[in-house]
């Protein structure tokens, strides 16, 4: 096994304090600032707003498209591309629009001022209407007031289903996109004279809106709520997993280590104003078990250690431990943080607040697991009498039956 440090010998548990400090001082920087600076800023999953579904005849450039959607106020937008496999085109956004209303005029609002940023953005000027956003109502007027199929008696009731035809196969057959107005030539009803209407009455846009729909802050709410449940669960899990595996005291010493490290990232989202979106929530989820996983690694040396260094104060047998395992901590911990970070400096916007969740996430969760976690472990065997020697108390993976502790007791049994 590859090794950084030849036999290293540092008093962690003597620096236990300094720890504590550190970690107090970030708690409370951050969540000053959740109570009385800017606060949590929730994304749009959370907070709720409007959804417009868009698709583009080419694909589309997001870092253009988002510096006109900020042009129009619209700054706290996400686009997330939909990849639809039952569909031959890949080029759709599904762009969100922050908002807390419910109403129409909401929705009215957000679709068109994401229509004059993507009209800035494609640099379309045309005085015609744009076919690939026309109704089956706009265009079944056109055809009845133009009348090229020459009815005259019942012509609206013809080209209301001819409109309908038409837009049907552009929504369909040309998946919602219409680059070329003879490729309607392939619909039931269309002639000559009906194609040179819609050439001359319509233009051809490099985008559609397909659709909008709300998202209420009640859903925001809800998601809110089942975040936090999902990671007490987690927390929980892993309580139970370590308690049965070490001891309990253990279980608890890793999961306050944890929740140390899910406050001091949630402080630091809002010391930086990044949003807490639903990919935040997976990389939070991430660095529990990032976190408990070094936690365990340690613990684990631990317990090994005790067997064989009974005469020691266990104090002495974690600072082995964690001495032990550095090197393994700083190759693991030091590769993945170097990855997370190329990915937070060139990943792009989409992925900066999650890239930005594991890196402060994984910095803090390896710190934690022998700077909190092992000194409360410590702490606890101190204030409960039993830190003199490693093979007494509490002190997990004791394994030894019938040895003496100092004052010629029996030192309790502990779980193979």
Known sequence: MLELFKQPNLDWMGKAKYFYVLSG?????????IFFGRGIKYGIDF????????????PPNLDKLRSALAAQGLGNTE????????????????IFVQGKGQDEAMMDSSRAKVLQALNATYGVASTKPDFNLATPSSVAAVLTERDPLF??????????QLAKNLLDYRDSDANGILTNFDDLSKVPGVTPPVLNVLKSSFSLGPFAIRGIEIVGPKVGAELRKQAVYV????LGGMLVYIAFRFEWVYGAAAVLAVFHDVLITLGFFSL????????????????????????IVIFDRIRENNRLLRREPFASVVNKSINQTLSRTILTSGLTFLTVLVLFLMGGQVLRAFSFALVVGIVVGTYSSFGIAAPIVVAWNRWRGHGVLAGTGTAAG????GSEN???????AGRR
Request: avoid cysteine; charge should be positive.
């Open 25 to 33: 001082i970030l708690l409370l920087a951050g969540w000053a600032s």
């Open 47 to 58: 907070s709720g707003g409007t959804n417009v579904d868009v698709r583009f005849a080419n």
């Open 79 to 94: 686009m997330q591309p939909i990849h639809d496999i039952s569909s031959t085109s890949k080029n759709e956004l599904l």
């Open 151 to 160: 009815l005259r008696v019942n012509a609206g009731d013809r080209y209301q």
């Open 231 to 234: 990671t007490l669960y987690a």
């Open 272 to 295: 930086t104003g990044y949003e807490i979106s639903l990919t935040v929530i997976a990389a939070l989820l991430t660095l529990v078990g990032y976190s408990m996983n070094d936690t």
């Open 398 to 401: 004791n394994k030894t039956r």
């Open 406 to 412: 100092v004052s010629g007791r029996l030192a309790p």
